[in-house]
């Protein structure tokens, strides 16, 4: 079946500028999860989706930042006045139920941002 | 906190060789471990896992044990080829209430060649 898919796959934008993001999570997964991934480091968690509610957004940088899941499946990652230190790659994941610890997550090739 | 210390790359070997990526961890209890692999172009991809101490997750010929004497998660393959050519991460998740999320080592870069 089809994985996590993530459009764009690559995002040139100027400083200053509104970007959004989008992820489509394997058909039936409740729980949606962004994470971003510096060059040369490994992925770092942003927020986590429970159906349609933000249940941990702790790992958003600033207020810049923001993500909707509005009805429970689709999810977007927004980012205003981006900034050079938000490039990045922004990697979205799903799980079939409530995040856990044992639970696989699935990712999607993720999307490049490059602000200049 | 929480956290993965991973070997450091990048590792280049010849086809055939014997791979060890080296990953500890500190954290609180005893999480799940696992290991995820992102092949050039690609998204990461889960290798393998151990949910508990003493378990040995394999996958592809790889093999990983999860030590808690040692708090290490190793990761080896007896002969790697070409085609195991990428980035290969070390996870554990948040320990407590928050463990939907996944810390990562930094990630290690493997070359074979042949």
């Known amino acids: 079946g089809a994985g996590v898919s993530q459009t764009p796959s690559n995002k040139v934008t100027e400083k200053g500028k509104y970007v959004e993001l989008r992820c489509d999570p394997i058909?039936?997964?409740?729980?949606l999860y962004w994470y971003r991934q510096s060059l040369g480091q490994g992925p770092e968690f942003l927020i986590y989706f429970q159906g349609t509610g933000a249940a941990d957004d702790s790992g958003l940088p600033n207020d810049r930042f923001f993500a909707v899941r509005p009805e429970g499946s689709v999810s977007t990652l927004k980012i205003q006045r981006t900034e050079r230190g938000d490039s990045a790659v922004y990697l979205c994941?799903?799980?079939?139920?409530?995040?856990?610890?044992?639970?696989?997550?699935?990712f999607g090739p993720g999307t490049r941002l490059l602000v200049l | 906190g929480d956290s993965v210390t991973q070997m450091e790359g990048p590792v280049t070997l010849s086809e055939e060789a014997f791979l060890t990526i080296n990953c500890t961890y500190t954290a609180t209890g005893y999480p799940s471990l696992f290991w995820y692999v992102q092949y050039p172009g690609e998204g990461l991809q889960l290798l393998l896992k151990a949910t508990k101490a003493d378990d040995k997750g394999s996958n592809k010929g790889f093999e990983a044990t999860y030590r808690k004497e040692t708090t290490s998660f190793h990761l080896e393959k007896g002969s790697v080829q070409v085609s195991d050519s990428a980035v290969y991460f070390c996870?554990?998740?948040?320990?407590?209430?928050?463990?939907?999320?996944?810390?990562f080592g930094k990630g290690t870069l493997l070359t074979v060649n042949p």
């Open positions: 994941a799903s799980s079939p139920v409530a995040g856990g610890p044992q639970e696989t997550q699935y």
């Open positions: 058909s039936g997964h409740t729980a």
């Open positions: 996870a554990l998740p948040y320990s407590g209430g928050s463990n939907y999320k996944l810390t």
